[in-house]
Structures are given as structure tokens and as C-alpha cells.
């Protein structure tokens, strides 16, 4: 343990998941992978044998976690549409219609700001650069800064929106149940 960490904190980011079992070992180097890789490399990432790895890719591709690419050699990468499923679930499940509704009021808000501030219907056709330079009051960094609060936003809203939509529908399948 180095010095600087705590015994009751996280473990540090180089060595995550150095305390779990091996599905999760796998199932957090899943997370942590952002191009198809082989069983065996995540294998070496998650520190067990290619032959353990390739059973759980094989149960998380039947769940949908990851997606598996058939060739030579095969390969597996995280499906983000299952996790995007997974946290709309979340949120139609924590939140009532009223808090979700609010929620992607209070977005739309901050999404119109955005556009008003930089006359652009998305971050996309926005220049930060050129917007710093334009600016008295803003600097690239603010710019860069904005663009990805407002593309976050955009995102939220969308699963918001869903999750809203998600539980609507349940509660009127509910009441006519």
C-alpha cells in the first residue's frame, strides 16, 4: 500500500480491482476498454487465465455487457447501448415522473443558455477557439469547458427523457392493469 492511501479508501487507479474475484476483475476491465480486445489481453489486464476469461466474455456477451466479434482471433468490447439501457432503467426507477420531468426541464435550460451564449443549436458547430477569440469575457479553456457541459447535458437529457417516457408508460400500464 503506498503512502499516500488510505486503508479504508479505494485502492489506487493503477490496481482498481486488485481485491476482487476474477468476474469482476474481467467485468472492470470491460469497463475500462475502449476497442474490441482479445480474451487474451483482457486476460492479462484482469490478471487470470485466457481460458476463465473467455468463459465470462462468453456469459457477459449472452447478457449483452459486451459484444463479441467473431474472426481470428475473436474479440470483445463493451456494448455502451447495454449500459445506456441500464442507466435509463436506473432512473426510471429512483425517480418519480415529477423528478424526471424536472430534471430535463432544468437541462433544457442549460442547453438553451449554451445556444444562446454561442448562437449554435449544438457544441458541435460551435469553434471554441474562435469563440475565446470573439470573447472578452470567455478563454479557450472556458469554451472547451462549455462544449462538453453542453454535450453532457444534451446526453442527460436524451436518457432523462427516456427514463420519463420509460416510467409513464409503466405506470399507465399499471393503472389500466
Known amino acids: 500500500m503506498s503512502n499516500t492511501e488510505s486503508p479504508d479508501g479505494p485502492p489506487s487507479f493503477e490496481d482498481a480491482f486488485r481485491d476482487d474475484d476474477v468476474e469482476q476483475r474481467i467485468y472492470g476491465t470491460i469497463l475500462q476498454t475502449r476497442e ?30 459486451v459484444t463479441r466479434h467473431d474472426g481470428h482471433p475473436t474479440t470483445y468490447e463493451r456494448n455502451d447501448a447495454y449500459f445506456q439501457w441500464r442507466r435509463i432503467n436506473q432512473l426510471a426507477a429512483e425517480h418519480t415522473i415529477d423528478e424526471l420531468q424536472e430534471h430535463v426541464r432544468n437541462l433544457t435550460t442549460r442547453i438553451t443558455d449554451y445556444e444562446d451564449t454561442y448562437d449554435a443549436t449544438t457544441p458541435a458547430a460551435v469553434d471554441a477557439v474562435d469563440a475565446a477569440e470573439t470573447s472578452d469575457e470567455r478563454t479557450i479553456d472556458d469554451g472547451y469547458s462549455d462544449l462538453a457541459d453542453w454535450a453532457t447535458a444534451r446526453d442527460e437529457r436524451k436518457r432523462y427523457e427516456r427514463a420519463r417516457q420509460q416510467r409513464a408508460g409503466a405506470e399507465t400500464d399499471q393503472a389500466s392493469g
Do not use: H, M, N, V
Open 36 to 65: 474490441p480486445a482479445t480474451a487474451s489481453a483482457i486476460a492479462e489486464q484482469a490478471e487470470c487465465d485466457p481460458k476463465t476469461a473467455r468463459k465470462y466474455l462468453g456469459w457477459f456477451s449472452d447478457l449483452g455487457i
